[in-house]
């Protein structure tokens, strides 16, 4: 079967919204070290490989808001589109401490096969989607562990993150603390800002509103959990974005 670094639902959906999912997967295409980081089966299924539930929430939510979607088809171990081309944690070596065997010895070489092979293709798609209509509102969709080792828990049930933009962050905010039986995190578990960043990259250097929106993954590890968050936010987005006036 051929590899291919991205997946797109919906693109012809006429929503202004665009839903991208930056680490839906765990993938490790075989090019990469024969398809194995050299971890074991259960550190590629926790939060260090991949955003636990967010593909599936991505999906719904783009579903209920009738927009398309663009999922990452590579674990953010391989590469993390999430970062800049020049961020030093573009490739990690070790990760809330864990040691990636597959990337202790990564070169240059190295780097720019899995940039050309799954960054640059995925950002290229992204870029192409977000261009489709010249009103794009993009969300991006995270989730965290509910605690990192040696941390406190994390309270936060959503955090909504952004950088100096906050047109749409600013209202969902508000819907979201409208929500009597929701904890919400603003620029939590994370800073809103990372330069060279996703949401840099396809909305800020196009002024175009965005949100990234972290989701606990203790709340979205199955399906029907996933479906349930997607049919929640998807209606305080629409309220958000026509509170906002984008």
Same mark, same amino acid.
């Given at each position: 079967?051929?590899?291919?670094?991205?997946?797109?639902?919906?693109?012809?959906?006429? =929503?202004?919204?665009? @839903?991208? /999912? !930056? $680490?839906? =997967?765990?993938?490790?295409?075989?090019?990469?070290?024969?398809?194995?980081? %050299?971890?074991?089966?259960?550190?590629?299924?926790?939060?260090? =490989?991949?955003?636990? %539930? #967010?593909?599936?929430?991505?999906?719904?939510?783009?579903?209920?808001?009738?927009?398309?979607?663009?999922?990452?088809?590579?674990?953010?171990?391989?590469?993390?589109?999430?970062?800049?081309?020049?961020?030093?944690?573009?490739?990690?070596? +070790?990760?809330?401490?864990? &040691? @990636?065997?597959?990337?202790?010895? #990564?070169?240059?070489?190295?780097?720019?096969?899995?940039?050309?092979? /799954?960054?640059?293709?995925?950002?290229?798609?992204?870029?192409? +989607?977000?261009?489709?209509?010249?009103?794009?509102? &993009?969300?991006?969709?995270?989730?965290?562990?509910?605690?990192?080792?040696?941390?406190?828990?994390?309270?936060?049930?959503?955090?909504?993150?952004?950088?100096?933009?906050?047109?749409?962050?600013?209202?969902?905010?508000?819907?979201?603390?409208?929500?009597?039986?929701? /904890?919400? %995190?603003?620029?939590?578990?994370?800073?809103? $800002? +990372?330069?060279?960043?996703? @949401?840099?990259? $396809?909305? &800020?250097?196009?002024?175009?509103?965005?949100?990234?929106?972290?989701?606990?993954? !203790?709340?979205?590890?199955?399906?029907?959990?996933?479906?349930?968050? %997607?049919?929640?936010?998807?209606? &305080?987005?629409?309220?958000?974005?026509?509170?906002?006036?984008?």
């Amino acid at each position: 079967m051929t590899y291919h670094p991205y997946f797109i639902e919906g693109a012809d959906r006429p =929503a202004r919204f665009l @839903i991208t /999912c !930056d $680490h839906a =997967a765990n993938t490790v295409p075989e090019f990469v070290n024969g398809g194995t980081l %050299g971890l074991a089966e259960a550190d590629m299924t926790r939060h260090i =490989a991949y955003d636990v %539930g #967010a593909a599936g929430l991505t999906r719904e939510l783009a579903r209920q808001l009738d927009a398309p979607a663009i999922l990452s088809n590579f674990s953010r171990l391989v590469i993390d589109p999430n970062r800049g081309e020049d961020d030093p944690t573009l490739l990690m070596k +070790l990760y809330d401490g864990t &040691i @990636i065997p597959g990337n202790r010895h #990564a070169n240059e070489a190295e780097l720019q096969t899995r940039l050309n092979r /799954c960054y640059r293709p995925y950002h290229t798609a992204l870029a192409e +989607l977000a261009a489709r209509r010249p009103d794009t509102v &993009i969300i991006s969709v995270h989730s965290f562990t509910p605690q990192l080792q040696g941390r406190p828990p994390r309270p936060w049930h959503v955090g909504v993150l952004h950088a100096a933009d906050t047109r749409l962050t600013d209202p969902l905010v508000d819907h979201l603390r409208a929500e009597q039986d929701l /904890c919400i %995190g603003v620029n939590e578990p994370y800073g809103g $800002h +990372l330069p060279g960043d996703a @949401i840099a990259r $396809h909305a &800020i250097a196009y002024q175009r509103p965005n949100a990234l929106l972290e989701l606990r993954n !203790d709340l979205i590890r199955d399906t029907a959990d996933q479906q349930a968050w %997607g049919q929640r936010l998807a209606p &305080i987005l629409q309220r958000a974005a026509a509170t906002a006036g984008v």
